[in-house]
């Protein structure tokens, strides 16, 4: 039985692990760390590996390239997952490395998920770090300044990964087929629908690349419309306390604030399709109305709500759309940040100058002593000045009247700004 499967004399290898680079030449898609003047390889021709931190996607190639690293710098390559160690294992590990340095030999201990540890365990390495007990290799897909600790960070070097092109992934369709000694059976069109499905992750990638070998038939080809259907494809990577989920709301909101509708229909949809929370998008949507449009234009925000509104009343998918209407208004919209300024200088001077009493003349008088204070006293009812405008002071004296406020030349502001411009003008006339 264990013959016919071709188990016979050992369980059968993927193909993403046969293809596994034998140099860092070999690794593909990061030539700016292992090409002829990446990091890496100057750092090996200088003979001086220091501690790193590889930031990138799955499937890029950090555990592979830290492999590599410990053989070609000769050091013992211990490996742990920081998901399924504690501190019993890494005590384990550093005594075992200063066993191998006391006997000459050192060692390169590559921790995978290297932000799972929380803080304490963190700060173990840092003493065998500093005395070249050990040469640390972390691996994290999350981003290192908020994960890791600033002390661990002071110690290595981050060294980011990219997630895999197209010519990337069709190097590794070229190296399969030689390996395999067989094309794919894939058309050209579907070879590259199948780079865009791997989103990037070459060894998603490769495990595709070996589903189609084994279960096409002889001498068919798989057209584009039928890949569809022959693989499953992932859910986009996306998890909602990591680095995507606000790398791409920060893509939605900075496209909408260019104005550039079709960047933010995309970020939209790319956010939706991996699950990311209706409402959490149509809260960001109104966020922008008022940040980055304000009165500009003062349908952004009866619209961010119509769409927010919309949605808890269709539901999903229908009331997605809504969304979608909303994104694209606000990103066609007149954009204005001047609201979203003045209002930040106003609480800034609303905390340093908090205790100054207003100015007695905007102050009612309901008791006798009130009035004997001349609360209220001189003030003019607007609506029975000419233009209703009275133009008097309202901040409080020792302050002095202060501008806010300023609106720009765009969109509905810039009639409020002819407003302005003329009440200043009625207001130096009359003494204000």
């Known amino acids: 039985?264990?013959?016919?499967?071709?188990?016979?004399?050992?369980?059968?290898?993927?193909?993403?692990?046969?293809?596994?680079?034998?140099?860092?030449?070999?690794?593909?898609?990061?030539?700016?760390?292992?090409?002829?003047?990446?990091?890496?390889?100057?750092?090996?021709?200088?003979k001086r590996l220091s501690s790193i931190i590889l930031w990138g996607p799955p499937g890029t190639g950090k555990t592979t390239i830290a492999r590599l690293l410990a053989g070609e710098t000769g050091l013992e390559f211990e490996q742990m997952l920081a998901i399924f160690s504690g501190v019993a294992d890494l005590k384990k590990a550093f005594e075992a490395?200063?066993?191998?340095?006391?006997?000459?030999?050192?060692?390169?201990?590559?921790?995978?998920?290297?932000?799972?540890?929380?803080?304490?365990?963190?700060?173990?390495?840092?003493?065998?770090?500093?005395?070249?007990?050990?040469?640390?290799?972390?691996?994290?897909?999350?981003?290192?300044?908020?994960?890791?600790?600033?002390?661990v960070l002071s110690r290595a070097q981050v060294l980011v990964l990219n997630r895999l092109d197209e010519e990337a992934m069709q190097l590794l369709i070229s190296r399969a087929e030689e390996l395999v000694e067989k094309p794919l059976p894939i058309t050209d069109d579907a070879k590259k629908t199948l780079c865009a499905m791997a989103d990037g992750d070459g060894r998603y990638f490769l495990n595709m690349v070996e589903e189609i070998y084994q279960g096409t038939e002889d001498g068919h080809e798989l057209e584009v419309d039928e890949l569809a259907g022959f693989l499953q494809r992932r859910v986009p990577?996306?998890?909602?306390?990591?680095?995507?989920?606000?790398?791409?709301?920060?893509?939605?909101?900075?496209?909408?604030?260019?104005?550039?509708?079709?960047?933010?229909?995309?970020?939209?949809?790319?956010?939706?399709?991996?699950?990311?929370?209706?409402?959490?998008?149509?809260?960001?949507?109104?966020?922008?109305?008022?940040?980055?449009?304000?009165?500009?234009?003062?349908?952004?925000?009866?619209?961010?709500?119509?769409?927010?509104e919309t949605f808890r009343f269709l539901g999903s998918p229908e009331g997605e759309l809504g969304l979608a209407q909303c994104a694209v208004y606000l990103a066609t919209a007149p954009k204005s940040n001047a609201l979203y300024t003045s209002f930040k200088t106003a609480m800034k001077r609303a905390k340093d100058n908090g205790s100054t009493a207003p100015p007695k003349i905007i102050l009612n008088a309901p008791t006798k002593i009130m009035k004997q204070q001349e609360y209220g006293a001189g003030y003019k009812y607007d609506h029975d000045q000419p233009d209703a405008f009275s133009g008097q002071n309202y901040f409080p004296e020792d302050m002095g009247r202060e501008i806010?406020?300023?609106?720009?030349?765009?969109?509905?502001?810039?009639?409020?700004?002819?407003?302005l411009e003329y009440w200043a003008k009625l207001r130096r006339e009359r003494g204000g």
């Open 404 to 419: 806010y406020y300023r609106p720009v030349e765009r969109g509905f502001e810039r009639d409020i700004k002819k407003r």
């Open 1 to 46: 039985m264990f013959e016919a499967s071709g188990m016979a004399n050992e369980a059968p290898r993927p193909l993403a692990d046969r293809l596994r680079p034998q140099s860092l030449s070999q690794v593909v898609g990061q030539d700016h760390l292992v090409g002829k003047n990446g990091t890496l390889t100057r750092m090996l021709a200088n």
């Open 97 to 151: 490395a200063k066993k191998r340095r006391q006997e000459g030999k050192g060692t390169l201990l590559f921790v995978d998920e290297i932000h799972r540890f929380n803080r304490a365990q963190q700060d173990g390495f840092l003493p065998h770090m500093e005395d070249g007990t050990i040469i640390l290799i972390g691996a994290t897909t999350e981003n290192p300044s908020f994960q890791l600790n600033a002390a």
């Open 237 to 308: 990577i996306y998890d909602k306390s990591n680095d995507s989920h606000y790398n791409l709301i920060s893509a939605l909101h900075k496209s909408i604030r260019g104005s550039d509708p079709d960047a933010a229909l995309y970020y939209l949809a790319r956010m939706l399709v991996a699950g990311e929370s209706p409402l959490f998008l149509a809260r960001r949507l109104v966020r922008i109305a008022n940040e980055d449009i304000g009165l500009a234009d003062p349908q952004a925000i009866v619209q961010a709500i119509a769409g927010l």
